[in-house]
C-alpha cells in the first residue's frame, strides 16, 4: 500500500510508537521557530534544561508580535532574545523583517522537513510540504535541545482540488470554503492534505494562505505537495538546491476525502466573531465598513498585495474608511516599494504598518466603538481586535481592496470599474538577509542580556495529592487562548509571570485571578469549568502557565484544542473532558469538587476504562470523567510538568 504525503514526511521522522490513527508517536524535529510572544519563556525554559547550544538542523528567533516599544520592556525581551540566540545558536531576524511565517516560507521552508514553532500558523509551512506544527514554547524548546515532539499519531484528509478559481476568487475563499464545511472544531488529531488537478492552478502564495488558515479548523497541520510550482518558487527565493518532490503515492489511502470545485468557489467572510461563522460577500453586499486592514500572516506576499495597490491604483480610498496595510516581510516591502507600487497604496490613501502581526493580535489600529472591521487576517474572536464592539470579518485581499474604495461590502464578481489583475509570482524575488544575525562560532564570551522585567519560568509542583478544590470559574464554549491570557496591551508582561497572571481571564472574568490566588494561597485548589473547544486559537503557552502559577490543577472541559490540550499537560494541569458532554450543567461556579487521591485515580484509570469519578460535594452527586492518558502523560502530570519531567528523567527527552 502506499503512502501518502503526511505518512511520508512522518515515517522518516519516527522514532516511538506506531503510525496509526490516534496513537501516540515522537517524531524528529528538523526546524524550529519562536517569535517574541512566545519565544522568550521558550529560550528562559531552554535555559533551564541546561543546554549549552541548540541540537536540532536550525532554530530561528524571529521579533514580529510585540515590536511597538511602549516603556522598555518589549525593547529588554528583543536584547534578551538577540544575545540568547548568539549564546545558543540561534538565527534571530531582527524587528522589521517581517512575520515569522512569512519569512520562513521564504527564507528557510524546505519540502520533506518537519517544522515545530511556538505559534499556531506555523502549519503555513504546509504551502511547500513541509509537515510544520504549532506547539507550546516549551515544546520548541525540548525540539531545540534535540528532543523528540510528542504528538497523536493523525488521521489524514484529503481535500481534492480540480478547476480553476475565477477571476476576483482567490485562496482566502478556498480556506473559507474548507471552513464552512469542517468548522472550528472536532478536528483535533486530523491533516488536510490537499491534491488533485486543481493544485496546480495554485501557487505557493495561494497554497500557504490555504495552509496558514487550516489552523483555525483545530487541524495538526495542512500539506501540498512539493512540486513544479514549489521549485519555481524556491528557485525564485534562489533557494532551488533546497527542493526536492514531495506528492502521495498513486495507491494512497487516506481516512476521509471531500472534493472542491475551484470554480464554482464564491467570495466568503468569515463573519465575527469566529472563523468558522462564513457568510458570502454577496449576501452582505451594501454594509458600510468602516476600517479595512490588509495584510498579517495570511494574506501578505508581494502578489497579495501588488494586487491590491493595482485595484486602488488612480482611486481613493472612501472618506469614512481608515485602511492599513501590513507588508508580510521586509523582502514584500521593498519590492513593492522599489517597483512603484508602494506608492500606489500610500496614494489611494493607505496607512503603511510595520512588516509584522501588530493589528492581528489588537496590538494596534484597534477599530472605533461598533467599527464593522474587514481584515485579511486570520481571526477574529471577539474583542481580540482590541475593541470588544467591533465587529470583524475576514476577507480576501480582493474583497477589502474593492471595500476600501466603495466603502461597502461589495461582491467582486459584480465589480465593474476594472478588469481582475491578474498578477503572476515573479520569477526572482528581492534578496537581501542583512536583517539575519547569524549565530558566530565562538560564543563563549556572549553574555546573555535581562531586563527587570524577566523572570525565571515559575515551575509546578507535582501531583502528590487529592484534589480538594473549587470551580473557581465555569466558561462557555468556544473559549480562545485570548480569552484565557490576552495579548494586546498586556502582550508585553509575557516574561513576567506574576504580573501576567493578573490578566488570566480578564474578558471574560476581571476578577477570576483575585479569587484564583486567595484559593491558592489558602490551599484550595482552583478548578476550570470549560465547555466545547476550550483553548482554541493562538498557541500561547501563557495560557495554561499563568493558570498554573495561580494554582489552578485541573481543567473540565467537554473538549479541549490540541496545543492548548498538551500545554496544559506540560505544565502538570490535569486536562479532564466530561464522559457524558451533559454533565457540563451538573457544575456549577463555586462548588466544591473533590478526587480522592488523584494521582492513584489516574494511574488506574490509565489501565481500565479511562475513567475518574469526581464528587461534587455541594451537591452531593458523582460526575464521571475521561482521563484517557499516556503513560508519558501521566509522568507529565506526576512531575509537575515538562520542566520537573526533563530533570527527573536526566536530561533525557
Given at each position: 500500500?502506499?503512502?501518502?504525503?503526511?505518512?511520508?514526511?512522518?515515517?522518516?521522522?519516527?522514532?516511538?510508537?506506531?503510525?496509526?490513527?490516534?496513537?501516540?508517536?515522537?517524531?524528529?524535529?528538523?526546524?524550529?521557530?519562536?517569535?517574541?510572544?512566545?519565544?522568550?519563556?521558550?529560550?528562559?525554559?531552554?535555559?533551564?534544561?541546561?543546554?549549552?547550544?541548540?541540537?536540532?538542523?536550525?532554530?530561528?528567533?524571529?521579533?514580529?508580535?510585540?515590536?511597538?516599544?511602549?516603556?522598555f520592556e518589549n525593547s529588554d525581551d528583543h536584547r534578551y532574545l538577540q544575545s540568547v540566540a548568539q549564546k545558543f545558536g540561534v538565527v534571530f531576524s531582527r524587528p522589521g523583517n517581517g512575520i515569522c511565517h512569512q519569512v520562513h516560507l521564504e527564507r528557510f521552508g524546505i519540502p520533506g522537513k518537519t517544522l515545530l514553532g511556538s505559534d499556531s500558523h506555523t502549519p503555513t509551512g504546509g504551502g511547500i510540504g513541509m509537515f510544520a506544527m504549532g506547539a507550546g514554547g516549551i515544546?520548541?524548546?525540548?525540539?531545540?535541545?534535540?528532543?523528540?515532539?510528542?504528538?497523536?499519531?493523525?488521521?489524514?484528509?484529503?481535500?481534492?482540488?480540480?478547476?480553476?478559481?475565477?477571476?476576483?476568487?482567490?485562496?482566502?475563499?478556498?480556506?473559507?470554503?474548507?471552513?464552512?464545511?469542517?468548522?472550528?472544531?472536532?478536528?483535533?488529531?486530523?491533516?488536510?492534505?490537499?491534491?488533485?488537478?486543481?493544485?496546480?492552478?495554485?501557487?505557493?502564495?495561494?497554497?500557504?494562505?490555504?495552509?496558514?488558515?487550516?489552523?483555525?479548523?483545530?487541524?495538526?497541520?495542512?500539506?501540498?505537495?512539493?512540486?513544479?510550482?514549489?521549485?519555481?518558487?524556491?528557485?525564485?527565493?534562489?533557494?532551488?538546491?533546497?527542493?526536492?518532490?514531495?506528492?502521495?503515492?498513486?495507491?494512497?489511502?487516506?481516512?476521509?476525502?471531500?472534493?472542491?470545485?475551484?470554480?464554482?468557489?464564491?467570495?466568503?467572510?468569515?463573519?465575527?466573531?469566529?472563523?468558522?461563522?462564513?457568510?458570502?460577500?454577496?449576501?452582505?453586499?451594501?454594509?458600510?465598513?468602516?476600517?479595512?486592514?490588509?495584510?498579517?500572516?495570511?494574506?501578505?506576499?508581494?502578489?497579495?498585495?501588488?494586487?491590491?495597490?493595482?485595484?486602488?491604483?488612480?482611486?481613493?480610498?472612501?472618506?469614512?474608511?481608515?485602511?492599513?496595510?501590513?507588508?508580510?516581510?521586509?523582502?514584500?516591502?521593498?519590492?513593492?516599494?522599489?517597483?512603484?507600487?508602494?506608492?500606489?497604496?500610500?496614494?489611494?490613501?493607505?496607512?503603511?504598518?510595520?512588516?509584522?502581526?501588530?493589528?492581528?493580535?489588537?496590538?494596534?489600529?484597534?477599530?472605533?466603538?461598533?467599527?464593522?472591521?474587514?481584515?485579511?487576517?486570520?481571526?477574529?474572536?471577539?474583542?481580540?481586535?482590541?475593541?470588544?464592539?467591533?465587529?470583524?470579518?475576514?476577507?480576501?485581499?480582493?474583497?477589502?481592496?474593492?471595500?476600501?474604495?466603495?466603502?461597502?461590502?461589495?461582491?467582486?464578481?459584480?465589480?465593474?470599474?476594472?478588469?481582475?489583475?491578474?498578477?503572476?509570482?515573479?520569477?526572482?524575488?528581492?534578496?537581501?538577509?542583512?536583517?539575519?544575525?547569524?549565530?558566530?562560532?565562538?560564543?563563549?564570551?556572549?553574555?546573555?542580556?535581562?531586563?527587570?522585567?524577566?523572570?525565571?519560568?515559575?515551575?509546578?509542583?507535582?501531583?502528590?495529592?487529592?484534589?480538594?478544590?473549587?470551580?473557581?470559574?465555569?466558561?462557555?464554549?468556544?473559549?480562545?487562548?485570548?480569552?484565557?491570557?490576552?495579548?494586546?496591551?498586556?502582550?508585553?508582561?509575557?516574561?513576567?509571570?506574576?504580573?501576567?497572571?493578573?490578566?488570566?481571564?480578564?474578558?471574560?472574568?476581571?476578577?477570576?485571578?483575585?479569587?484564583?490566588?486567595?484559593?491558592?494561597?489558602?490551599?484550595?485548589?482552583?478548578?476550570?469549568?470549560?465547555?466545547?473547544?476550550?483553548?482554541?486559537?493562538?498557541?500561547?503557552?501563557?495560557?495554561?502557565?499563568?493558570?498554573?502559577?495561580?494554582?489552578?490543577?485541573?481543567?473540565?472541559?467537554?473538549?479541549?484544542?490540541?496545543?492548548?490540550?498538551?500545554?496544559?499537560?506540560?505544565?502538570?494541569?490535569?486536562?479532564?473532558?466530561?464522559?457524558?458532554?451533559?454533565?457540563?450543567?451538573?457544575?456549577?461556579?463555586?462548588?466544591?469538587?473533590?478526587?480522592?487521591?488523584?494521582?492513584?485515580?489516574?494511574?488506574?484509570?490509565?489501565?481500565?476504562?479511562?475513567?475518574?469519578?469526581?464528587?461534587?460535594?455541594?451537591?452531593?452527586?458523582?460526575?464521571?470523567?475521561?482521563?484517557?492518558?499516556?503513560?508519558?502523560?501521566?509522568?507529565?502530570?506526576?512531575?509537575?510538568?515538562?520542566?520537573?519531567?526533563?530533570?527527573?528523567?536526566?536530561?533525557?527527552?
Amino acid at each position: 500500500m502506499g503512502m501518502n504525503i503526511a505518512q511520508k514526511i512522518l515515517s522518516a521522522h519516527l522514532l516511538e510508537g506506531e503510525m496509526k490513527a490516534g496513537n501516540q508517536i515522537a517524531v524528529k524535529i528538523d526546524q524550529t521557530l519562536t517569535q517574541d510572544a512566545t519565544g522568550t519563556m521558550a529560550y528562559l525554559q531552554f535555559e533551564a534544561m541546561g543546554i549549552d547550544h541548540i541540537q536540532n538542523e536550525l532554530a530561528v528567533s524571529y521579533v514580529d508580535h510585540n515590536t511597538v516599544q511602549v516603556g522598555f520592556e518589549n525593547s529588554d525581551d528583543h536584547r534578551y532574545l538577540q544575545s540568547v540566540a548568539q549564546k545558543f545558536g540561534v538565527v534571530f531576524s531582527r524587528p522589521g523583517n517581517g512575520i515569522c511565517h512569512q519569512v520562513h516560507l521564504e527564507r528557510f521552508g524546505i519540502p520533506g522537513k518537519t517544522l515545530l514553532g511556538s505559534d499556531s500558523h506555523t502549519p503555513t509551512g504546509g504551502g511547500i510540504g513541509m509537515f510544520a506544527m504549532g506547539a507550546g514554547g516549551i515544546d520548541v524548546a525540548v525540539a531545540m535541545g534535540g528532543g523528540a515532539f510528542y504528538m497523536t499519531s493523525p488521521k489524514v484528509v484529503n481535500i481534492v482540488l480540480k478547476g480553476a478559481l475565477r477571476p476576483w476568487i482567490s485562496a482566502k475563499d478556498v480556506i473559507l470554503t474548507v471552513l464552512k464545511h469542517f468548522s472550528t472544531k472536532g478536528n483535533v488529531g486530523t491533516v488536510f492534505e490537499y491534491s488533485g488537478p486543481g493544485v496546480n492552478t495554485l501557487d505557493v502564495p495561494d497554497r500557504a494562505t490555504i495552509t496558514n488558515m487550516g489552523a483555525e479548523c483545530g487541524v495538526t497541520t495542512s500539506l501540498f505537495p512539493s512540486d513544479e510550482k514549489t521549485r519555481a518558487f524556491m528557485v525564485a527565493q534562489e533557494r532551488g538546491d533546497d527542493w526536492i518532490e514531495l506528492k502521495a503515492d498513486t495507491d494512497a489511502e487516506y481516512d476521509d476525502s471531500i472534493t472542491i470545485d475551484l470554480s464554482t468557489v464564491e467570495a466568503l467572510s468569515a463573519a465575527p466573531h469566529s472563523p468558522g461563522n462564513i457568510e458570502s460577500i454577496a449576501d452582505l453586499s451594501g454594509k458600510r465598513v468602516d476600517q479595512v486592514l490588509i495584510g498579517s500572516c495570511t494574506n501578505s506576499s508581494y502578489r497579495d498585495l501588488r494586487t491590491v495597490a493595482e485595484i486602488l491604483d488612480g482611486k481613493k480610498v472612501a472618506s469614512h474608511v481608515s485602511l492599513g496595510v501590513a507588508p508580510g516581510s521586509r523582502e514584500v516591502l521593498t519590492m513593492l516599494a522599489k517597483e512603484g507600487y508602494l506608492a500606489k497604496l500610500i496614494t489611494a490613501g493607505a496607512r503603511i504598518l510595520e512588516s509584522a502581526c501588530g493589528f492581528c493580535i489588537g496590538n494596534h489600529m484597534s477599530p472605533k466603538t461598533d467599527a464593522v472591521s474587514l481584515r485579511t487576517s486570520n481571526r477574529n474572536f471577539e474583542g481580540r481586535s482590541g475593541t470588544k464592539s467591533a465587529q470583524v470579518y475576514l476577507v480576501s485581499p480582493e474583497v477589502a481592496a474593492i471595500a476600501a474604495i466603495t466603502g461597502e461590502f461589495t461582491d467582486p464578481l459584480t465589480y465593474t470599474e476594472m478588469e481582475y489583475p491578474a498578477v503572476t509570482m515573479p520569477k526572482r524575488f528581492d534578496i537581501d538577509d542583512s536583517m539575519f544575525i547569524f549565530p558566530e562560532v565562538d560564543a563563549s564570551d556572549i553574555e546573555i542580556a535581562r531586563g527587570p522585567n524577566i523572570g525565571a519560568p515559575p515551575v509546578n509542583e507535582g501531583l502528590t495529592t487529592s484534589l480538594k478544590g473549587v470551580a473557581t470559574i465555569k466558561v462557555g464554549e468556544k473559549i480562545t487562548t485570548d480569552h484565557i491570557m490576552p495579548a494586546g496591551a498586556r502582550l508585553k508582561y509575557r516574561s513576567n509571570v506574576p504580573k501576567y497572571s493578573t490578566f488570566v481571564f480578564e474578558p471574560v472574568d476581571p476578577d477570576f485571578h483575585i479569587r484564583a490566588a486567595a484559593n491558592r494561597d489558602a490551599g484550595i485548589h482552583n478548578i476550570i469549568v470549560a465547555g466545547d473547544s476550550y483553548g482554541q486559537g493562538s498557541s500561547r503557552e501563557h495560557a495554561a502557565l499563568c493558570p498554573m502559577y495561580l494554582g489552578v490543577k485541573v481543567v473540565i472541559a467537554t473538549s479541549i484544542e490540541r496545543i492548548h490540550m498538551a500545554n496544559l499537560f506540560n505544565f502538570g494541569i490535569v486536562p479532564f473532558m466530561f464522559a457524558d458532554t451533559a454533565d457540563y450543567g451538573k457544575i456549577e461556579q463555586g462548588d466544591e469538587l473533590e478526587i480522592a487521591d488523584l494521582p492513584t485515580a489516574i494511574r488506574e484509570a490509565s489501565t481500565h476504562d479511562g475513567i475518574v469519578m469526581l464528587k461534587n460535594l455541594t451537591k452531593n452527586i458523582d460526575i464521571p470523567l475521561s482521563a484517557d492518558f499516556s503513560e508519558r502523560q501521566i509522568g507529565l502530570l506526576l512531575a509537575g510538568g515538562l520542566l520537573n519531567y526533563t530533570s527527573s528523567q536526566q536530561g533525557e527527552f
